[in-house]
Nanobody, 127 residues
Framework: QVHLVESGGGLVQPGGSLTLSCTIS????????IAWFRQAPGKERDMISG????????YYADSVEGRFTISRDNAKNVVYLQMNDLNLEDTAVYYC????????????????????WGQGTQVTVSS
């Protein structure tokens, strides 16, 4: 069984930075893609970034491109999301998720291939 635990959320002012962590434990992941999703109140859960374990390829949604950076520490089995220049629209619950058996360079942007989910961490951007 695979377990994902997010941490690092909190309250930050506009223009500030936060780093989220997704700690992965258990067994059963192979050729996986780890992604970050976020869900604001009253809105759908959207995929914002992902990293493919086969080749290290990454994906960013337009809304976060150039401000967020995803990375993975394989030794610690942690995936990070460095978030810079945060704005009010970034306020949401952030979730990490894992999709198993993805192909080289494949990073699904729909939530349906992701079988494993963390519990989420709240990020609030407010002055």
């Amino acid at each position: 069984q695979v377990h994902l635990v997010e941490s690092g959320g909190g309250l930050v002012q506009p223009g500030g930075s936060l780093t989220l962590s997704c700690t992965i434990s258990g067994s059963g992941l192979e050729h996986e893609t780890i992604a970050w999703f976020r869900q604001a109140p009253g809105k759908e859960r959207d995929m914002i970034s992902g990293v493919n374990s086969n080749d290290g390829s990454t994906y960013y949604a337009d809304s976060v491109e150039g401000r967020f950076t995803i990375s993975r520490d394989n030794a610690k089995n942690v995936v990070y999301l460095q978030m810079n220049d945060l704005n009010l629209e970034d306020t949401a619950v952030y979730y990490c998720a894992a999709a198993n058996y993805t192909g080289w360079g494949e990073i699904p942007t729909s939530r349906y291939p992701y079988d494993f989910w963390g519990q989420g961490t709240q990020v609030t951007v407010s002055s």
